[in-house]
């Protein structure tokens, strides 16, 4: 099975109440001139669902084409802690076996349409409105190392040191 080298990365660098930083790296779709404007909406709607399950602030966005690095305001709560993460489970959906996951950091656990996690658990309440977006917007930009669409197998709330 061929190793697919994605030409295309969308990365993310985070900021804690710390200005700590912690990074996630997704691997996306290649595209062309007629999908890039698409492309750039989708990502721009990718950043929202982050913002939507995240506390920490989005310091830096990268994709092959642009690299963008932003200066929001200093975070001044201490609970925004970039080892408290939403950890990503994905599996490829054209059956190649693959899987994977991706960290994010600074977890948001609660929002204005309530809590984001199910009941007393760790798992996160995928019929939530902002998994619901995060969902797809991470389902249509992510790919796996074969190049492949992915699927969304699970989202848990983690506590890694880094």
Same mark, same amino acid.
């Given at each position: 099975?061929?190793?697919?080298?994605?030409?295309?990365? =969308?990365?993310?660098s985070f900021?804690?109440?710390?200005?700590?930083?912690s990074?996630?790296?997704?691997?996306?779709?290649?595209?062309?001139?007629?999908?890039?404007?698409? =492309?750039?909406?989708?990502?721009?709607?990718?950043?929202n669902?982050?913002?939507g399950?995240?506390? $920490? @602030?989005?310091?830096?966005?990268?994709?092959?084409?642009?690299?963008?690095?932003?200066?929001?305001?200093?975070?001044?709560?201490?609970?925004?802690? !970039?080892?408290?993460?939403?950890?990503?489970?994905? !599996?490829?959906?054209?059956?190649?076996?693959?899987? $994977?996951?991706?960290?994010?950091?600074?977890?948001?656990?609660?929002d204005?349409? $309530?809590? =984001?996690?199910?009941? @007393?658990?760790?798992?996160?309440?995928?019929?939530?409105?902002?998994w619901?977006?995060?969902?797809?917007?991470?389902?249509?930009?992510?790919?796996?190392?074969?190049?492949?669409?992915?699927e969304?197998?699970?989202?848990?709330?983690?506590?890694? @040191? =880094?």
């Open positions: 099975m061929p190793i697919r080298n994605p030409q295309s990365w =969308l990365k993310y900021q804690d109440h710390t200005r700590e930083t990074h996630i790296n997704i691997p996306t779709l290649e595209y062309s001139a007629l999908l890039f404007p698409e =492309l750039l909406t989708r990502v721009g709607q990718f950043r669902a982050l913002a399950i995240t506390n $920490g @602030n989005i310091v830096k966005e990268t994709l092959t084409s642009f690299d963008t690095k932003y200066f929001p305001p200093v975070i001044t709560d201490p609970n925004v802690q !970039r080892e408290q993460k939403w950890l990503v489970s994905w !599996r490829d959906t054209n059956n190649w076996g693959e899987t $994977g996951r991706v960290e994010i950091p600074t977890a948001q656990l609660t204005g349409d $309530g809590s =984001l996690l199910v009941g @007393n658990t760790e798992l996160a309440d995928l019929t939530h409105p902002a619901v977006e995060f969902v797809e917007e991470f389902e249509w930009i992510a790919r796996s190392p074969q190049g492949s669409t992915v969304i197998t699970s989202i848990v709330l983690v506590h890694r @040191n =880094l």
